[in-house]
Structure formats: C-alpha cells, structure tokens
Antibody
Framework: QVQLQESGPGLVKPSETLSLTCTVSGDSISSPSYYWGWIRQPPGKGLEWIGGIYYDGNTYYNPSLMRRVSISVDRSKNQFALRLTSVTAADTAVYYC????????????????WGQGTLVTVSS | EIVLTQSPETLSLSPGERATLSCGANQSVSYNYLAWYQQKPGLAPRLLIYDASTRATGIPDRFSGSGSGTEFALTISRLEPEDFAVYFCQQYARSATFGQGTRLDIK
C-alpha cells in the first residue's frame, strides 16, 4: 500500500521560504510510471495544483507559481521536496503531497494517493 | 487555462436517494481527462473516478462518472451515510485545475 507523509515547519514568516518534504513508502520514487507532486488547499477553500517531478528530475509547475516554486527529489531517501520562496499570507494552506499518474503527453494527470496534508501558516 | 465550474454549490439529499453532480469546463477537455475526488472534513481528498468514467481501485460501483467535451457528471446511485462530503472535479488535459467543489449535505 502506497503511503505519503508530509513533514516540515508549520509556521513560516512572510518573505521567507516554505520548505516541505514528502516521504514515500510502498512504492519507489524512481518508478517511471508516476510523477510526484504537491497540491495545496487554503483553509475552507478549493484545491490548487503546485507542480511535480519525475524520477529523472524533470519538473513541471503551475504557471501562476513558477517563479517561486522548486521541487526536488532525493532517490536515496525515497523523498521529494517543495520549496516556495517569498511567501505571503496568501500561501497559508494545507499542503498535500501526491502521486501523479501522468497523461499520455507526460503532463500532470490524476492524483492518487494523497498524503494526510500539513498546515503551513504564514505569519510573523 | 481550463476553468471548471461545479454545480450546484450545495446539494441536500437523503440517504438512499440518487445524487448527480455537474462539472462544466470553459473549453473542451480532450481525451476526457477528467477526475473526481471526495473529501471529508479534516481528511485528504480521495480519488473516485479518472478518465471521466473509470472507477479508481476500491471505489464502490454506486459511484459513476459520465460526460465528454465540456460537460461531465458524477452520479451516486443510492446515497449511503458515508457519501456526504465535498466533491471536486479536476481536469488534466491542459496542466491541472480543479473545480470549486460541491458540498453534498444530509437533508
């Protein structure tokens, strides 16, 4: 059974960098069948796809966040990570890591499973 | 960007009734690249349907997806108490975007 678990600080100051890690168990992050991605959900609101990474390091990002986002992979630890720079209160959200089954064009597809999510609050 | 609009925002029904949730797109979703998710309070979303009509592993057959082009639907044939939740649609034909959600409440 594939499981994903997010970890990282729950509080980040404005203008600083948000950093989260996702640990994958039950599957290899080196699988060529999947991307590994991040999605966020502001409290009480809808879902926003952030981006993802392929096992070979190829990344793809939401155009609206591209200037501030980077996703990396650590195959030795079966983990992948999110960095979001210059955060503001608008970045306060529950952040989910997900396994992404890409579409036929090797672009983002459907997401399954999801981690339990971690709330990150941006506040001084 | 493909914008998805879900309707209704809230649907109030009783257990045993049939639920139909709609998801409309502002442009055609090619290859029927549309998924549906269920989210319960405090939990992560769960994949129900992908490719518009394929049930994910372990999803009961009372859940079905249909549609093509710009109009899609999720139908729950006979509501169980555990089905009352928020439902999101998501397209993956061009990047990935989500609808705003439909809340399914117990009447």
């Amino acid at each position: 059974q594939v499981q994903l678990q997010e970890s990282g600080p729950g509080l980040v100051k404005p203008s600083e960098t948000l950093s989260l890690t996702c640990t994958v168990s039950g599957d290899s992050i080196s699988s060529p069948s999947y991307y590994w991605g991040w999605i966020r959900q502001p409290p009480g609101k809808g879902l926003e796809w952030i981006g993802g990474i392929y096992y070979d390091g190829n990344t793809y990002y939401n155009p609206s966040l591209m200037r501030r986002v980077s996703i990396s992979v650590d195959r030795s630890k079966n983990q992948f990570a999110l960095r979001l720079t210059s955060v503001t209160a608008a970045d306060t959200a529950v952040y989910y890591c997900v396994r992404d089954r890409p579409n036929r064009f090797l672009e983002p597809g459907w997401f399954d499973p999801w981690g339990q999510g971690t709330l990150v609050t941006v506040s001084s | 960007e493909i914008v998805l609009t879900q309707s209704p925002e809230t649907l109030s029904l009783s257990p045993g009734e049939r639920a139909t949730l709609s998801c409309g797109a502002n442009q055609s979703v090619s290859y029927n690249y549309l998924a549906w998710y269920q989210q319960k309070p405090g939990l992560a979303p769960r994949l129900l349907i992908y490719d518009a009509s394929t049930r994910a592993t372990g999803i009961p057959d009372r859940f079905s997806g249909s549609g093509s082009g710009t109009e899609f639907a999720l139908t729950i044939s006979r509501l169980e108490p555990e089905d009352f939740a928020v439902y999101f649609c998501q397209q993956y034909a061009r990047s990935a975007t989500f609808g705003q959600g439909t809340r399914l409440d117990i009447k």
